[in-house]
C-alpha cells in the first residue's frame, strides 16, 4: 500500500492500480511498470548533459534513457520519466510532445512540474510500505551502512535513499 500523497492522488485510477501492482516486488521493476502502462522504453546515446527523454509517438509514448548513466541513475531517471507519463502527459502535449530532462531534471516545465515528478518518481522506486518494513527492521537509529544496504535493496544511489528517507 502506498501513502496517499498528493502526486499520487493526480494518477488516473486504472493507471494508479497498475503501479500499485509493481510495488510489492523489491526492487521495483520499473521496465515491466512501463510496459503495463503501454511506454516503450529504450537505452539511447543521448547527449552527456540529458538523463531522459519521454516522447508522444504516433502509437503511444516512448522514453529513452541514457545509457552512458549509472544504473541506479537510469532507474530513477525511468521512474522519473513514467512520473511524467502518469501526471503530466497535458504538459508533454503542451511542450511539443517532447520532455527532454538535463542531468538536473529540468526540462523547460515549471520547476514545481519537475519537482512533482521527482516525487512521485521516488515514491515509486522506494514505496512507503516498504520503507516502513525496512524501517522495523532496523530501528529509529538506521546507520550509514543500512542506507547502502537498503539503497542496493531498492536499486537506488544511496543520497536518493538518503534524500527519500528525510522527506
Same mark, same amino acid.
Given at each position: 500500500?502506498?501513502? /496517499?500523497?498528493?502526486?499520487?492522488?493526480?494518477? *488516473?485510477?486504472?493507471?494508479?492500480?497498475?503501479?500499485?501492482?509493481?510495488?510489492?516486488?523489491?526492487? /521495483?521493476?520499473?521496465?515491466?511498470?512501463?510496459?503495463?502502462?503501454?511506454?516503450?522504453? *529504450?537505452?539511447?546515446?543521448?547527449?552527456?548533459? /540529458?538523463?531522459?527523454?519521454?516522447?508522444?509517438?504516433?502509437?503511444?509514448?516512448?522514453?529513452?534513457?541514457?545509457?552512458?548513466?549509472?544504473?541506479?541513475?537510469?532507474?530513477?531517471?525511468?521512474?522519473?520519466?513514467?512520473?511524467?507519463?502518469?501526471?503530466?502527459?497535458?504538459?508533454?502535449?503542451?511542450?511539443?510532445?517532447?520532455?527532454?530532462?538535463? /542531468?538536473?531534471?529540468?526540462?523547460?516545465?515549471?520547476?514545481?512540474?519537475?519537482?512533482?515528478?521527482?516525487?512521485?518518481?521516488?515514491?515509486?522506486?522506494?514505496?512507503?510500505?516498504?520503507?516502513?518494513?525496512?524501517?522495523?527492521?532496523?530501528?529509529?537509529?538506521?546507520?550509514?551502512?543500512?542506507?547502502?544496504?537498503?539503497?542496493?535493496?531498492?536499486?537506488?544511489?544511496?543520497?536518493?535513499?538518503?534524500?527519500?528517507?528525510?522527506?
Amino acid at each position: 500500500m502506498t501513502a /496517499v500523497t498528493k502526486e499520487w492522488q493526480k494518477i *488516473k485510477q486504472a493507471d494508479r492500480e497498475t503501479v500499485a501492482k509493481h510495488l510489492n516486488e523489491l526492487p /521495483v521493476k520499473l521496465g515491466a511498470l512501463a510496459k503495463d502502462l503501454g511506454i516503450d522504453v *529504450k537505452l539511447s546515446s543521448l547527449p552527456l548533459n /540529458v538523463s531522459g527523454q519521454i516522447a508522444k509517438t504516433p502509437t503511444g509514448f516512448e522514453i529513452k534513457i541514457n545509457r552512458h548513466e549509472s544504473r541506479q541513475r537510469q532507474r530513477f531517471t525511468l521512474a522519473h520519466e513514467i512520473a511524467h507519463f502518469l501526471i503530466h502527459r497535458d504538459v508533454i502535449e503542451r511542450m511539443g510532445g517532447t520532455l527532454t530532462d538535463s /542531468v538536473l531534471y529540468r526540462s523547460g516545465a515549471s520547476e514545481s512540474i519537475e519537482y512533482e515528478a521527482n516525487r512521485l518518481a521516488s515514491q515509486i522506486v522506494m514505496p512507503e510500505h516498504a520503507l516502513r518494513a525496512a524501517y522495523s527492521r532496523f530501528g529509529e537509529n538506521i546507520s550509514e551502512s543500512a542506507v547502502e544496504l537498503l539503497a542496493e535493496e531498492f536499486g537506488v544511489s544511496k543520497a536518493a535513499m538518503e534524500i527519500r528517507m528525510a522527506a
